[in-house]
């Protein structure tokens, strides 16, 4: 039975989100990021949006626990097994000429991001198994959805989306009402219901049809590209995909419009979505700086004003010398991403077995059981062999940063930074990873999840921001949820906190729960204030960690961390 789609045209406002969408209807590189809370319409507006492209358009949905297998393709194990080793498309040759939607895609395994958004963005996908290769046009309109609340997108990935609309219940009541009316109407009948919106449903296709026709005649005059240059410069943003979706956004949107060429008000009506996610300010303009000549009271900002800028400071890391972390790995269980989620990395086969249930297939070790049983190569489920691989081991290094206001005197931010960056740049290795928890205002945040990428790691802090209060305990709860048996946890703070999870003392519940947390840690202690009261070495001794002070970290070339011998279920 075919499930009813919710029109597109009857999503009430939301304006920002449906011209993301239509946009990408018009061109598929055009691939869009939904950011919003929990009951926002993102995936009910996402579904409909395959109903205004030209048929057949499927919308295929992909679940966050899809194997790379299901994802891109693999061996058709049925045909395998009649002796005829051929590849199976996957999801990505399901989606072409539609919408691929991934929901919650930050919590999608890191490898599979990776895959998917270089895909989407050549519009060829190449599958090689076991020895076999294919490939075929994956053109599709790729839609990614999150909750903020639910954890961050890594920032590599972050700028390979085009697009990005942050979408937001509404709270005008009378607005409410109308949403609930439609779809308690559309649930009752959904028929009927289409048919009161069919006349708005096939002017919207009809103008996203015309528009896919013209979009490759729409001119976009070098000043206007230049403008456009400038434009994303001024704001700071780095990524050159910034112009380029800028441009292509610009020309999607003058051919919805039915305009022969890009103009100025196209480019600032897509600013805001290519810079949304790119920029702090999401791309509008901000407000001028006072200008020479002002009156004190015109020039000096609200007290409110003043602690927003605090709070958004941004320090540029300082290099420091750092010595290189050593961890004892002698009988460490092996690290892993956590206990549910696979991260796709692997080690060396070392060896293949025998199992009618290959979780990945040993096609060479399974042919020739075959031959050697029956002399042919029809397979028979006796014949499947997997390959075992040989588990990495490494370290997860787990960073919780202070960044709150205290860290803004003398800059100081700078020396955490740059020290972060200094003993990732000397300790980390091949197989290791590495997650960031920082904790400033009223709550931590997970600014990276755990990755092996280490630019990714670079990245975030460069553009990390100073400022607000301390909520140390908030970020030893959130670290409780990224230990492993090989986690490896540096706090760098300077002992302060004064932000309670529970309503008590917040140096009580923070000393609390540190004497939870089972795992290697180091304090690094950032206070650099003659005579202090010694927060850091105190909490140090409650997380049985060892200690050391920011300026003693040059001191010495190496230092040593002993590993606590954790069983594995004990995180």
Partial sequence: MKRAIYPFSAVVGQSEMKLALLLAAVDWRLSVLLRG?????????????????????????????????????????????????????????????????????NLLPAHLGDTLLDTASSGVNVIEREGLSASHAAEFVLLGSMNPEEGSLRPQLLDRFALCADVHPPLDPAERQIVVERRIAFERDALQFEEAWAAEQKTLSAQVSGARTRVNSILCPSETLAWIS?????????????????????????????????????????????????????????????????????AQPTVKEGAQQAMERIFAPKAIATPTLRISTVDMPVRGFNETVVTGHHGPVIRSRPTDTPRELDLRATLSHAVAATGTVELRPDDLHERVRKPRRGTRYLFLIDSSGSHAAKE?????????????????????????????????????????ALHDAIMVLEYLPTGGRTPLVHALELARGYLTPSTVLILLTDGHTNVALKGGDPWEEAVEIAGQLRCSALVVDTDGVPGSLGQSRKFAEALNAQYIALEDLQDSDALEITAQQIPGDSC
């Fill in 230 to 298: 400038a434009t994303v410069c001024e704001m700071g943003v780095r990524s050159l995909r910034a112009d380029l979706a800028v441009m292509r956004a610009s020309i999607a949107y003058a051919a919805l419009m039915d305009d022969a060429s890009v103009e100025q008000h196209h480019v600032t009506t897509v600013l805001p979505l290519v810079l949304a996610h790119r920029t702090r300010s999401g791309g509008r303009p901000q407000q001028a700086a006072p200008r020479p000549g002002r009156s004190q009271n015109q």
């Fill in 37 to 105: 809370e929990k009951g926002s319409a993102k995936t009910t507006t996402a579904r409909g949006l395959a109903a205004l492209m030209p048929e057949p358009a499927p919308f295929v949905n992909l679940p966050i626990g899809a194997t790379e297998d299901r994802l891109l393709g693999g061996l058709h194990l049925e045909r395998a097994l009649k002796g005829d080793a051929v590849l199976k498309p996957g999801l990505l040759s399901e989606a072409h000429g539609g919408v691929l939607y991934v929901d919650e895609i």
């Fill in 412 to 452: 100081r931010m700078r020396l955490v930074k740059g020290a972060v960056e200094g003993l990732l740049a000397r300790s980390f290795k091949k197989d290791d990873e590495v997650a960031i928890i920082v904790f400033r205002g009223t709550e931590a945040q997970s600014i990276l999840e755990p990755t092996s």
